[in-house]
Structure formats: structure tokens, C-alpha cells
Nanobody
Framework: VQLQASGGGLVQAGGSLRLSCEVS????????LGWFRQVPGRERDVVAA???????FYEDSVKGRFTVSRDNAKNTVHLQMNNLKPEDTAAYYC??????????????????????WGQGTLVTVSS
């Protein structure tokens, strides 16, 4: 499987970006998906996730600013990022769980929930 993230770039604080991740393979609608970010020297953190049924989960620092959505017809998951802050600067990755795995408040934001990972896209927010 391939997960290809795109849409990163340089933006000023307060601006917006929309990340996309296209996932190869079949049965896209049977996988939960997550967006993660990583700063050099730090662990990868989950920022948002969407379940098989479309339920969404967010890390506290991005609630109200980021929106995750999935387009099952296009095998794509999006992350709309608004009101970006310099501390949002990171490489952003998408990932998916194993087949037909449900996620909840307890598991959606845990790195270990996810199995397949893609290449990252860099987001830089200037102050």
C-alpha cells in the first residue's frame, strides 16, 4: 500500500493549508485513518483521526482549527488546517489502521493504533 501526502508548504501565521493523502489499494472505506506530525528530535504525535464511519478525533492543541475528512470515492483523506501557528510547523504524515479496526477516544490518538504509514509533507508556519 502507498499513502502519499501532499499540500504542505510555507504559510504565515493565521493562514490556512489543506493537506491531502491518497491511499492506494482497495477497501479504503474499511480503514480508519490518522494524521500525524513530527518535529526533528521529537516523537511523532497524532493530531487528527477519522474512523471508518466518519467519526473524528483531535488532539487538544488543534481542536477548532483543524478538520479531518475522508472521501471514500477518491481514496483520500484531507486535513484542513486554519489559523495556523508557528508551533504547527512540522512534517505531516498520514497513516491507516489494519483492516476493519474501530477507533475510539482511547485509541484514535495513539501512534500504535496505526499500521501503514506514508511519506510526509512539510508544513512551515512563519511568525
Amino acid at each position: 500500500v502507498q499513502l502519499q501526502a501532499s499540500g504542505g508548504g510555507l504559510v504565515q501565521a493565521g493562514g490556512s493549508l489543506r493537506l491531502s493523502c491518497e491511499v492506494s489499494g482497495s477497501l479504503f472505506n474499511k480503514y480508519a485513518l490518522g494524521w500525524f506530525r513530527q518535529v526533528p528530535g521529537r516523537e511523532r504525535d497524532v493530531v487528527a483521526a477519522v474512523s471508518i464511519l466518519g467519526r473524528t478525533f483531535y488532539e487538544d492543541s488543534v481542536k477548532g482549527r483543524f478538520t479531518v475528512s475522508r472521501d471514500n470515492a477518491k481514496n483520500t483523506v484531507h486535513l484542513q488546517m486554519n489559523n495556523l501557528k508557528p508551533e504547527d510547523t512540522a512534517a505531516y504524515y498520514c497513516a491507516r489502521t489494519r483492516f476493519n479496526i474501530g477507533i475510539s477516544e482511547m485509541t484514535a490518538l495513539a501512534v500504535g493504533t496505526y499500521y501503514d504509514w506514508g511519506q510526509g509533507t512539510l508544513v512551515t508556519v512563519s511568525s
